[in-house]
């Protein structure tokens, strides 16, 4: 008994008492940790880098072949929506996606190999698209 009296004696001695400032800094701290006050302004974020949209109408690229231009190490990003069904292959980079008829399909691979590479259409052998890859 006297062992439990003697933890809460230092408890209280220790925690202190409530006419000091000593919660108001946790509270604070809390409070800036959790984003309640005193929070930094936001850094801005960098802008995402365009991603190309390519469109496929009646089987064959609205406004021609799309010109793709990227440099090595970056990343490839690009959209291809058709409204016919087929598999869009880049050639060089050997990569393949099917888009369903009135649907899209997303690609996004880094840009590892350098040349000027072909996308297309493949079950209706129509070009779409000319990746080229600079160096760097």
């Given at each position: 008994?006297?062992?439990?009296?003697?933890?809460?004696?230092?408890f209280v001695v220790l925690a202190?008492?409530?006419?000091?400032?000593?919660g108001t800094t946790a509270t604070t701290e809390t409070q800036a940790t959790t984003g309640t006050t005193d929070q930094k302004p936001a850094q801005p974020q960098p802008?995402?880098?365009?991603?190309?949209?390519?469109?496929v109408v009646g089987g064959k690229p609205r406004g021609?072949?799309?010109?793709?231009?990227?440099?090595?190490?970056?990343r490839i990003r690009f959209v291809v929506r058709s409204d016919v069904a087929d598999e869009?292959?880049?050639h060089g980079y050997d990569i393949s996606r099917d888009v369903p008829a009135g649907g899209s399909v997303r690609?996004?691979?880094?840009?590892?190999?350098?040349?000027?590479?072909?996308v297309e259409l493949e079950g209706?052998?129509?070009?779409?698209?000319?990746?080229?890859?600079?160096?760097g």
């Open positions: 008994m006297a062992a439990v009296a003697a933890v809460v004696v230092l202190g008492g409530d006419d000091d400032n000593s802008a995402q880098p365009a991603v190309e949209r390519i469109v021609g072949v799309e010109r793709l231009s990227f440099d090595s190490g970056e869009v292959h880049v690609f996004s691979f880094p840009a590892r190999l350098e040349g000027v590479f072909e209706r052998h129509e070009q779409i698209a000319e990746l080229r890859v600079s160096p």
